[in-house]
């Protein structure tokens, strides 16, 4: 597969397209323990408990699927060797978030959560979503919902009060996943730049699809689920969601914010760092339950 959009000659050992200004790490040491999280998981109404186990039950099949986008075209970078670290180490990262978000589905499945239903759901809207793609297609993809999900950390992240209101054990790994989005966040961009440049009518064609799906995909699991433990919305609940994704902390409001600047003919795919000691404390943070030093 050729390059389109940066030229071959002008990369090579010590010039990288890559705006990641570190080595991502693996973090492999990492211990989990569920056995505390119960039905309602997260604090107000049940159904936001419903909305975070849909975040979790479709993290293991996106997270497959965001690696199957990215490998196809990992082997075709040629003379960024920085840019194949970071495409490689992402793999890993996105790997590790979908094992482990299955131990902990696992655990709500032990509750009554239908995660096989709402596993097959996301695995059949996935198919969906980029039939007809071809794997640079997938990669803009995954570019646009990457930029949009990477929002969604940053709001976590700095929002202790959103936080506080998610049981300690799901809490971590809440953390410790949107951590990593933010550590990775300019890596699809970065490898969607290599191949198609700012081409904007193909970054358009991919963020459509993107945004077409991605504010009604988490909630028809979240149906699922509340149908599995006979729920169905009433108007509390709706406006409890609402509230919840639009308003405060407006989870959807910001990812649309954010999709918006994706799709402007100005924004160039740049991606700024500037979150590093917010990582680095909650990296901390999430170790500190094994007594380890980082």
């Avoid at 996106?62 to 840019?83: A, M, R, W, Y």
């Avoid at 917010?278 to 339950?289: D, H, M, S, V, W």
Wanted: aromatic residues 12%; glycine residues 6%.
């Amino acid at each position: 597969m050729s390059n389109s959009g940066i030229p071959l000659d002008d990369l090579n050992q010590t010039q990288t397209i890559s705006q990641t200004p570190f080595d991502i790490p693996v973090r492999r040491d990492l211990e989990w323990d569920f056995s505390q999280v119960e039905r309602q998981f997260v604090e107000g109404d049940i159904f936001l408990s419903y909305l975070y186990a849909a975040f979790s039950c479709g993290a293991t099949p996106i997270e497959s699927f965001f690696i199957k986008s990215l490998k196809p075209t990992l082997d075709s970078i040629v003379g960024d060797d920085k840019l194949k670290r970071d495409v490689d180490a992402m793999i890993k990262q996105e790997a590790l978030h979908s094992s482990t978000h299955r131990k902990f589905n696992n655990r709500l499945k032990e509750l009554g959560y239908d995660i096989d239903g709402a596993t097959q759901y996301f695995d059949n809207k996935l198919k969906e979503m980029v039939a007809g793609f071809t794997p640079i297609d997938q990669l803009g993809f995954v570019s646009a919902a990457e930029h949009g999900l990477y929002s969604f950390a940053m709001i976590l992240l700095n929002d202790r009060a959103m936080q506080a209101q998610i049981h300690p054990q799901a809490r971590r790994l809440f953390v410790w996943h949107f951590m990593e989005e933010a550590e990775h966040g300019a890596v699809s961009h970065d490898q969607y730049r290599y191949f198609m440049g700012n081409a904007y009518s193909h970054r358009m064609k991919t963020a459509l699809r993107a945004s077409q799906h991605v504010f009604n995909l988490v909630d028809g699991a979240l149906d699922i689920f509340a149908e599995g433990f006979g729920h169905s919305r009433s108007v509390k609940n709706r406006i409890a969601l609402l509230k919840y994704q639009w308003a405060t902390p407006g989870i959807y409001r910001q990812m649309a914010v954010r999709m918006a600047e994706y799709m402007s003919p100005s924004y160039k795919l740049t991606f700024g760092h500037e979150n590093t000691s917010l990582i680095q404390k909650y990296e901390k943070e999430i170790y500190a339950p094994q007594n380890l030093v980082v």
